[in-house]
């Protein structure tokens, strides 16, 4: 039997190891181990389901069953990346036994492997076969189906968080928005590519081991590089620091607003580039939740808007202040609290209807 391998199916080999030591390297991290578990078996996941992708065109019509089992645990890669997600943005929700029917779908996976097993390479049902074909092939829809769903946890979060902090930072999850973002169009890729190449198109002459394969197996290694370094650098950096204000009785609105202000003001807080709900509320002896219905009811803003208000307020005060025209925008910026040229430009233009520089230069 003659075993080749192409300079893709080479570079593919390499990504997927690559993929399978980062992802047990992440078992072993102390920060975030719930969902570093989670991050972990889908780094697995995705560097298994490709490998029969990998294996020379000979043992895949000699050996069909086996191409496929154990290797292809697509159908877990959606499921994995939501519950990382999930123990990310809701670290108090434990996995729980009924979350386990997620993970049931495993033996769609297998359905094309027992087919040839038992009938070998003969194919004597063909409908039964393409059936099994296509529920193998429709975890790329499971997969787009719990993408969906990791956007929306992430999108919750994010509207969450900022009644808890003035710069979120790296805790927003815009970088996991990233790995999804990235996983969404390289399945999409996939996608396009079973269409085309199962002849439903008409375009019959295409075959699994054309060159259109290697386009696949490039992006994907490419895709599994990527994943793999990143996912493993970024996941035990994030803290997640999540605030749920629930109604409850709290003092007076003007009162506890009268305070806020005199701290803001007088002690100019925002100053602190870090600041969250909790610095805030425990220089000023409020309690966090009385402090977040405050500002979201009385002044319909969540923390994230009362905050930069005042720096922004103090921002423009220093642009129209002569002495100040030898420093830069974004050095004023740092001084008023704001950690991010991005995030304040956003902001600023947001509250002025300008960029800090054309409001500079109308007021000059």
């Known amino acids: 039997m003659q075993f080749e391998l192409s300079p893709i199916q080479l570079l593919t080999i390499c990504a997927v190891l690559n993929g399978l030591i980062f992802g047990l390297l992440l078992l072993d991290k102390k920060e975030n181990r719930q969902a570093n578990r989670f991050l972990s078996l889908m780094m697995l996941c995705l560097s298994l389901t490709f490998t029969p992708y990998m294996v020379a065109p000979s043992i895949w019509h000699q050996y069909r069953w086996m191409v496929w089992m154990p290797f292809s645990l697509s159908y877990w890669i959606g499921p994995s990346l939501y519950f990382y997600v999930r ?3 809701r670290p108090e929700v434990n996995f729980r036994r009924k979350d386990w029917w997620h993970f049931s779908p495993i033996v769609l996976n297998y359905l094309h492997s027992f087919y040839h097993l038992f009938l070998g390479n003969s194919n004597p049902f063909p409908w039964l076969h393409v059936g099994a074909e296509l529920l193998e092939s429709a975890a790329i829809l499971s997969i787009f189906i719990y993408m969906i769903g990791c956007y929306r946890m992430i999108n919750r979060y994010q509207k969450s968080l900022l009644d808890f902090s003035a710069n979120p930072g790296i805790s927003d999850l815009k970088w996991v928005k990233g790995i999804v973002t990235v996983l969404m169009i390289a399945f999409s890729m996939i996608l396009v590519f079973l269409i085309v190449s199962s002849g439903v198109l008409g375009k019959h002459e295409l075959h699994l081991w054309g060159d259109h394969l290697a386009v696949i197996l490039f992006l994907y290694a490419a895709m599994l590089y990527w994943f793999s370094i990143h996912g ?17 009785k709290a003092r007076e609105f003007s009162e506890v607003l009268l305070q806020l202000e005199k701290a803001m003001s007088e002690g100019c807080l925002y100053r602190q ?17 009385t402090i977040s219905n405050t500002i979201n009811g009385e002044l319909q803003k969540n923390f994230h808007q009362f905050v930069n208000g005042y720096r922004v307020e103090e921002m423009k005060q220093r642009l129209l202040d002569p002495q100040n025209a030898h420093l830069t925008i974004f050095s004023i910026a740092l001084d008023v609290g704001f950690n991010s040229k991005a995030s ?5 233009k947001a509250s002025t209807g ?9 007021h000059s």
């Open 344 to 348: 304040f430009n956003r902001v600023f």
């Open 273 to 289: 580039s870090d600041l969250s709900l909790a610095d805030l509320s425990k220089a000023v002896g409020i309690a966090e939740r």
């Open 87 to 89: 123990a990310l943005t």
């Open 232 to 248: 493993y650098r970024q996941a035990q950096m994030i803290a997640v620091p999540i605030y749920r204000p629930v109604p409850q």
């Open 354 to 362: 300008c960029t800090p520089q054309q409001f500079r230069t109308r």
